[in-house]
């Protein structure tokens, strides 16, 4: 359940990041907002395009239920150190978490900050995460909104969404 201060309905154009979008009609889709040098990008959570992302500052093409202030939790089990992070992957490097995305429509797949000035990483260290969830809030108000895990290429929400 989310209080009714927790979330607002909306365009993903107006969603600062780090925001969860999650559908609000049958064929809405779900995204993850994320900062980038010139503006919000939008990373597809679910859907024929997921892990693809492209820029979402004044967006309204897309809608959906905007969760603001967001955050991620990694499964430690699923870390993967090698220097190939598959699209959907979280990467844990230099003072920041990084999403791994394509980027409007290329086949390369590029790093997208989610959350910068973390505790810093040892030198040139990074892990990756094939398992990760998307959470709101703390200690008993904790809730979890989406889970991703690579290895069974599943995606999606731990409630139902609209069908």
Excluded at 1 to 24: H, K, Q, R
Excluded at 45 to 73: R, T
Excluded at 106 to 119: G, I, N
Aim: glycine share 8%; with cysteine.
């Amino acid at each position: 359940m989310l209080a009714a201060s927790e979330f607002s309905i909306g365009f993903i154009g107006t969603a600062e990041a780090p925001t969860l979008v999650l559908p609000v009609e049958k064929y809405d889709l779900a995204f993850l907002i994320v900062p980038a040098a010139d503006g919000p990008v939008a990373v597809f959570l679910s859907g024929e395009h997921q892990f693809l992302a492209f820029p979402s500052s004044g967006n309204e093409s897309y809608k959906g239920i905007l969760i603001p202030s967001v955050s991620i939790e990694m499964d430690i089990t699923s870390v993967d150190t090698s220097s190939f992070h598959p699209p959907g992957a979280m990467v844990r490097r230099r003072d920041g978490l990084f999403m791994a995305a394509r980027f409007d429509r290329m086949q390369e797949t590029k790093l997208f900050a989610v959350s910068r000035d973390l505790a810093t990483c040892s030198r040139d260290l990074a892990a990756g995460f094939t398992r990760w969830q998307i959470t709101l809030g703390t200690g008993r108000d904790r809730r979890q909104l989406w889970k991703v895990d690579l290895r069974t290429k599943t995606s999606g929400a731990p409630i139902a969404l609209p069908t």
